[in-house]
């Protein structure tokens, strides 16, 4: 079993800058594709940012150019660079990992955007 555990999150104005992280309980990102997600009050959790074992990344239209996935293999740990934040970013985010049909989240982190 895999134990992700994120951080980062927090209030932040319009315009500014939060980078999340997701902490492994063990190497996994070798097999696992690394995602994170993010759900706003009231609607569905959507993907925001994929980064693969091979290293390759995939985002969201809507975040594209503003935020950045990348990892740590010594450290265990995924990390989501966001910048020029909008409010409609605000949402709890959450780290998934990824094995063939087995899947496992973190608990996820707040993430609110001030106008």
């Known amino acids: 079993q895999v134990q992700l555990v994120e951080s980062g999150g927090g209030l932040v104005q319009a315009g500014g800058s939060l980078r999340l992280s997701c902490a492994a309980s063990?190497?996994?990102?070798?097999?696992?594709?690394m995602e994170w997600y993010r759900q706003a009050p009231g609607k569905q959790r959507d993907l925001v940012a994929t980064?693969?074992?091979?290293?390759?990344?995939n985002y969201a239209d809507s975040v594209k150019g503003r935020f950045t996935i990348s990892r740590d293999n010594a450290k265990n740990t995924v990390y989501l660079q966001m910048n020029s934040l909008k409010p409609e970013d605000t949402a709890v985010y959450y780290c998934?990992?990824?094995?063939?049909?087995?899947?496992?989240w973190g608990q996820g982190t707040q993430v609110t955007v001030s106008s």
């Open positions: 998934k990992a990824t094995y063939f049909r087995y899947e496992n």
């Open positions: 063990r190497n996994i990102f070798s097999t696992r594709i």
């Open positions: 980064i693969t074992p091979g290293g390759s990344t």
